[in-house]
C-alpha cells in the first residue's frame, strides 16, 4: 500500500473507505460510467458551442461592417458613374 498506516490510523472513517479499494470500486465504477456516458455530449457541447460563436461573429461583423461597405460601394459606384459622365462630355465636346 502506497499510504503509509500512521497516515490512516488518524484519519476518519470515510476517508479510510474512500481509500479503500473494495469499498470504493462501485463509486470509482459508477463516476466511469458517468464519464463514458458524458464524453458524447461533452463534444457536441463543444460544437455546437463553437458554431454558436461563429454565428455571431459572423453576425457582429455583419452589423459592424455592412454599413460601411454599403457607403464605400455607393461611393464607388458614383464615382465611376461620374467618370463615365466625364467621358460622354468629352466625347460630346469633341463631335460638336
Known amino acids: 500500500m502506497l499510504i503509509p498506516k500512521w497516515f ?9 473507505q474512500f481509500m479503500d479499494e473494495y469499498l470504493s470500486r462501485e ?3 459508477v463516476l466511469l ?4 456516458l458524458h464524453i458524447p455530449f461533452y463534444f ?3 460544437h455546437i458551442n463553437r458554431e454558436h460563436e461563429i454565428h455571431f461573429a459572423h453576425m457582429n461583423y455583419h ?10 460601394a ?3 459606384i458614383f464615382e465611376e ?4 459622365v466625364e ?3 468629352e466625347i460630346a465636346k469633341e463631335e460638336s
Do not use: C
Request: no cysteine.
Open 81 to 84: 458613374f461620374e467618370m463615365q
Open 27 to 29: 463509486p470509482i465504477a
Open 74 to 76: 455607393h461611393s464607388l
Open 33 to 36: 460510467g458517468v464519464v463514458i
Open 87 to 89: 467621358q460622354w462630355r
Open 44 to 46: 457536441w457541447g463543444v
Open 8 to 16: 490512516i490510523r488518524s484519519r476518519f472513517w470515510f476517508v479510510n
Open 63 to 72: 452589423t459592424t461592417f455592412a454599413p460601411r461597405r454599403n457607403r464605400l
